[in-house]
C-alpha cells in the first residue's frame, strides 16, 4: 500500500488570505492527482500532474508536482469562501492501483 | 462522455443484514473500476479494485466483496453487515487522466 499524507490536515483561514497544501508519499508516482470534495457528494477532479517539477495553473489554485515524482503542493491565492471543501491527493504507480491521501480540510470564512 | 451511477444514495440496515450496492458507467468500455470506503472528513481508503469482467483485487481483508458480473457493472456486497461497516461508499472509474466519480451511498449500519 501506497501511504498518500496530507498536511495539513485542517486548516481554517479568512477570505482574501493564501494557503498551501502538502502530499507527501516515500514512493513514486507516475502521475498525481487532485481532488475537491463536497460534503455528501465524490470528489471531483481538478488537475492531473505528470512530469517531476511540473507546474500547472487552474485560475487561483497552482499545482505542483516534486522533481522526484514523491511529493505536491496545492496553493490557493486569495481564497474565496467559494474554496472551501475537501482537498485530496491522489496517485499510483501503475495504472490499475490508485490510492487517495487523508486529506485537508479548508474552511475559508467570509 | 462517460457518466457514473452509483445507487442508492442513503441506506439503513440493520446488523447482520445482506448489502448490495451497485454501480454502473456509461460512455465507456472495459473501464477500471473501484471501490472506496470514506470516514466523515477523511480521505478514501480503496477497497476492491477491478480491470476486467470477473476479476476482483481486494485491498483490505474485510466483511465485504466485490463482484463484475458485466463490462460496465461493478458490485460491492456483504452476507451479514456489522457496525463498522457504516460510511460513505464511492464507485469510481479511471481513465488516463484521474479518476470520476458516482455520487455515493451513505450506508448507516443500526
Known amino acids: 500500500t501506497q501511504l498518500l499524507e496530507q498536511s495539513p490536515q485542517f486548516l481554517s483561514i479568512q477570505e482574501g488570505e493564501n494557503l498551501t497544501v502538502y502530499c507527501n508519499s516515500s514512493s513514486v508516482f507516475s502521475s498525481l492527482q487532485w481532488y475537491r470534495q463536497e460534503p455528501g457528494e465524490g470528489p471531483v477532479l481538478l488537475v492531473t500532474v505528470v512530469t517531476g517539477g511540473e507546474v500547472k495553473k487552474l485560475k487561483r489554485l497552482t499545482f505542483q508536482f516534486g522533481d522526484a515524482r514523491k511529493d505536491s503542493s496545492l496553493h490557493i491565492t486569495a481564497a474565496q469562501p467559494g474554496d472551501t471543501g475537501l482537498y485530496l491527493c491522489?496517485?499510483?504507480?501503475?495504472?490499475?492501483?490508485?490510492?487517495f491521501g487523508s486529506g485537508t480540510k479548508l474552511n475559508v470564512k467570509p | 462522455s462517460q457518466t457514473i451511477h452509483q445507487w442508492p444514495a442513503t441506506l439503513v440496515q440493520p446488523v447482520g443484514s445482506p448489502l448490495s450496492l451497485e454501480c454502473t458507467v456509461e460512455?465507456?468500455?472495459?473501464?477500471?473500476l473501484y471501490w472506496y470506503r470514506q470516514a466523515a472528513g477523511r480521505g478514501l481508503q480503496l477497497l476492491f479494485y477491478?480491470?476486467?469482467?470477473?476479476?476482483i483485487s481486494s485491498e483490505v481483508p474485510q466483511n465485504l466483496s466485490a463482484s463484475r458480473p458485466q463490462d460496465r457493472q461493478f458490485i460491492l456486497s456483504s452476507k451479514k453487515l456489522l457496525l463498522s461497516d457504516s460510511g460513505f461508499y464511492l464507485c469510481?472509474?479511471?481513465?488516463?487522466?484521474?479518476?470520476?466519480f458516482g455520487q455515493g451511498t451513505r450506508l448507516t449500519v443500526v
Open positions: 460512455g465507456t468500455s472495459n473501464p477500471n
Open positions: 491522489a496517485g499510483g504507480d501503475n495504472f490499475n492501483k490508485f490510492y
Open positions: 469510481a472509474w479511471k481513465g488516463y487522466v484521474g479518476a470520476f
Open positions: 477491478s480491470v476486467g469482467i470477473g476479476q
